[in-house]
Structure formats: C-alpha cells, structure tokens
C-alpha cells in the first residue's frame, strides 16, 4: 500500500484534533472514490488507535439499479475490511417535492439526518466525511456566488459538532492516485457530470476555467477558508466576551470597559428561547465586524444552524439599528421577525395561529375570574365592600396596591370585562382628562407587538384598570363613596409559551 497519504491523514488527524481512541466512529460510505479512500485510510490508522469503524450508507431511492449496485458495493468493502455496516433507505425525491427543496438538498438533510441517527444509536463520538480541497473550494463559490458574509468564506471545518472531515486537506487527483496505485476500486455516480446540479457544474465547469487562468486557484480558496476561520473565532470570541461582561463597569474609571478592542456598555443584550433584544446604543458603538457577530448570534438563538439566512437579511436588521422609526419591523425565514422598539431591536419568533387575542370574560362579582393572555394566567378575586368597612381597612388596601385595586362601585356603567386591549380603550387621569390607552403605552415606551397583549379591566370602552398598577381617575373612592369593589389579582401562572413582561 501507498502510505503517503495515510501518514498525511494521521498528520491532519493529529493536528486537528479528529480521533478518539477506545471509541465508535461513524464513516459515510456511498461507494464513490472519495468515501472508499476515506473508509480505507480510516481502516488503517483506527485500528492503531483502538477505534472501532463502522460504515454507515444512504440509499437516497434515486439512480435506480445504481443506487442498488453502490449499496450492495459498500457493504461488501465493509465486510471484506471487517467493519460493521448499516444501510438506511431514503424517499429523497418525495421529501424535495415535500418541503419545496432541490433534490441535491433534501438528499443532503435527509443523509445528515441518518448519520446523525446511527451514529447516537450506536454511541460513537462522530460522523467521518469525505470532503476534500476541491469540496471545500466549490463550497467557499457556492457562498459567494449565493450572497454571503464573511462567515461563508469559511467553508467546511474539519470539526464541527459530531462531524469530522480527515481529508479536508487532500486534492482529489491525490485521492485518486491513491486508489489507482493501491488497485482499490469505487463506483462511478453517473450524476457527477450532469451540469443541471449546482455543485457539479461549479466542479465541472467553474474551477476547472478558473484554474486554466490560475494555476492552484482551488488550493488557494481552501487555504483562504482555512484563514477565514481563525479570523471569525475571533471576532465571535470577542463578540462572546461582549455579551458575558455586558452589564460590568471598570472599577477605576466611569469610561466603558474595553475587552480585545470591544466596547462594552451597562446596557445587555438578552437571549431566550423565543426572543433575542439587542439595546440600539450597545450595536451602534460596535465595530461593524462585531455588529454583524451580535445579529448572527441573536438570529442562532433562535434558529439554529440559520438557514435561509444571507447578506440581505443582515441589512435588514442592519437597518432597523439605524432607524428611528419605532415599530417598524421586517419579516425574515422561518417566521422570524425583526422590530425596532425604542432602544432596542427585538428579534422573535412570530407568534402561531393560537396566539390570537381571548374572548372577553365577564368580572364576576363576588367571586373568581380567569383569564389566560398569551400564556399567562390571569387569576382575580373580587368582592363588595361597604364604606365602613372599607374606611376602617383602606390602610391594610393601600399596602397591597400593587395587586389590589378599589372602585367606586356605583361609577361603573356597565358590566365590567377582563380583556386585552382595544382601538377605542382610554384611561382618565387625575383631573378628569381623558387618555387613549395605545398613547399611554407609547409614552412608556411599550413595544408595539407586546400592547395587544396587556390585561385590563374595562367598563365598556373606559379602562378600570390597565395592569399592572393604573387605575382610572374616574373610579376612585372618594368621601362620596357608598358601595367598594375590590379586586385582588391573586396569581400570575406562567404557562408553556411565556406570558406577560
């Protein structure tokens, strides 16, 4: 055997970090040159690191007689190499019909998706590729070609999660020669050379011209890449660095403290599951490299992996950051949303079909009424009181003001509703002006998606009481009072999708 290659395999392994000795990996077999000289090479340098090898083949259910003859192909290769072997059949075509995606797509989900499968089933610690220069090359166009941030220009890792990439180094004319000399044999897949399949007429047509003008054009776009990822490690750890000490203050000086050039501020970024808020004063005094680290950690969050994501979707956001206009928003993939409110910009899940606004319910009086708002419960007690009694006990009242309110009883008009907001919804204030509802939340500063969500009791289109803590002038208990209602919100239960803030 031509051990060349090996030794340069075991090299790349080393140096990257790719083996675990005494465990399982995971080898993706499709018969092609390059997995064969990938499983072949693995074949050798596992057995002197005590790693056990197992070969796992997708059947995309394309290529017909094809498809057969490389799966019946691998598992002979495995067997004659003494490795265990797992086939799994896939309906690439009916998924790409499925979810609107080319075939190329749905065949490489859908193949991830397997491997990641076989690889929890049988414990091993990764997924070993065949991705060589030439793929990583053709990976680096393909971003830019499609619009992409620096980021794209990194291609493929040779580590990444659970998938490992031993021949990312390698030239295919090496991977071939080292099949030639060896006398290994591979099967040929007939769609290599069709030109309708993106990748294949980059491959086939794109490098090879470029090449002709520039010798050693490909390995130069991997060497680029390579480059590319030490450069972006660095701006996301500053970017890390920015978010973990958001908040802190130097001790020795009022000036804000300095990380690796980063500016960090009193003010944070916030990331949950459903809701990421970046406050507008921490983007604007970024450098431009660690303002688009702060957007893509955000959009992660939220959608992990962020496909369907580019450049145009960062100059949205981008723009939101340089706008005044607070509530202006853009839509982005897979439901996501963009909103500038007034010191920040809110990146969030859109909310589903069942988040509309719930049916009114009437107060009841006396007794218990409820009420779920966007996953929050809204529980109230409420009871009759008279003067008297109400006079001898509005101390203990006035302590508990932030979850106990006191009407007048006989100023309300109609039924009392617990409800969420409405267009027509005022409030008066002291002296008797009246207020809209939606102006008072802009004066607070209330985000715009958030206003429809808010609890209140109404008396018609007059707010009793807008939570948490605003009462209306109009039903204030005075010295001409007869008749108290008391309204006590006893609870707040946060349900499965979030509630109120």
Not at 56 to 78: C, M, T
Not at 230 to 257: F, T, V
Not at 292 to 303: F, K, N, P, S, T
Not at 367 to 382: A, Q
Request: charge should be negative.
């Amino acid at each position: 055997m031509n051990t060349d290659l090996v030794k340069r395999t075991l090299a790349f392994c080393d140096r990257e970090g790719l083996l675990k000795p005494g465990s399982a990996l995971i080898v993706g077999l499709s018969g092609g040159a390059d997995s064969v000289c990938l499983f072949r090479l693995l074949s050798d340098i596992c057995r002197d690191h005590d790693i056990t090898l197992i070969a796992a083949h997708v059947h995309h259910g394309i290529r017909e007689g094809e498809a057969d003859r490389d799966e019946r192909f691998s598992a002979e290769l495995a067997a004659s190499l003494g490795a265990e072997f797992e086939s799994v059949r896939v309906d690439a075509p009916g998924y790409a019909d499925e979810q609107r995606l080319t075939l190329e797509e749905a065949a490489r989900i859908l193949r991830h998706r397997e491997l990641e499968r076989i690889r929890v089933e049988k414990g091993a610690y990764a997924i070993a590729l065949a991705h060589h220069m030439g793929d990583q090359a053709e990976t680096v166009l393909m971003n830019i070609f499609r619009g992409t941030s620096p980021v794209g220009l990194c291609g493929m890792e040779a580590k990444k999660d659970h998938i490992i990439r031993p021949l990312l180094f390698a030239d295919k004319k090496e991977i071939l020669a080292f099949l030639s000399e060896n006398n290994y044999s591979f099967m040929e897949d007939s769609t290599n050379s069709d030109t309708d399949y993106s990748r294949n007429m980059i491959r086939n047509i794109v490098i090879p011209q470029i090449e002709k003008e520039y010798p050693g054009a490909k390995a130069h776009i991997a060497s680029l890449a390579g480059d590319m990822v030490k450069w972006r490690d660095h701006i996301r750890k500053s970017a890390a660095m920015l978010i973990d000490y958001c908040g802190k203050q130097n001790e020795e000086s009022e000036s804000p403290l300095k990380v690796d050039s980063v500016i960090i501020s009193d003010d944070s970024m916030t990331i949950s599951d459903d809701a990421v808020i970046i406050p507008v004063g921490l983007y604007l005094r970024q450098p431009e490299a660690i303002r688009g680290e702060l957007i893509r950690r955000g959009l992660d969050a939220l959608m992990p992996g962020m496909k369907d994501i580019g450049r145009v979707h960062y100059d949205m956001i981008h723009s939101l950051f340089m706008s005044d206009a607070s509530g202006k928003s853009v839509n982005l993939p897979k439901n996501l949303t963009a909103i500038r409110n007034y010191d920040n910009v809110l990146l969030k899940k859109s909310p589903g079909s069942s988040q509309t606004p719930p049916e009114p319910v009437s107060l009841t009086v006396p007794g218990l009424t409820e009420l779920v708002i966007r996953g929050e419960k809204i529980v109230l007690s409420s009871e009759i009181i008279d003067i008297h009694t109400y006079n001898k006990k509005k101390h203990d009242f006035f302590q508990e003001k932030d979850y106990t309110k006191c009407l007048d009883y006989d100023r309300i008009e109609s039924s009392l509703v617990l409800r969420t907001p409405m267009a027509s919804d005022y409030i008066l204030l002291n002296g008797g002006k009246k207020k809209l509802l939606s102006r008072i939340y802009i004066d607070e500063k209330l985000p715009r998606e958030d206003r429809m969500w808010q609890g209140v009791i109404a008396d018609g289109s007059h707010v009793v009481w807008a939570f948490p803590d605003r009462l209306s002038f109009g039903y204030y208990v005075t010295e001409d009072t007869k008749i108290v209602l008391k309204i006590t919100r006893l609870q707040t239960e946060q349900m499965e999708h979030g509630g109120l803030r």
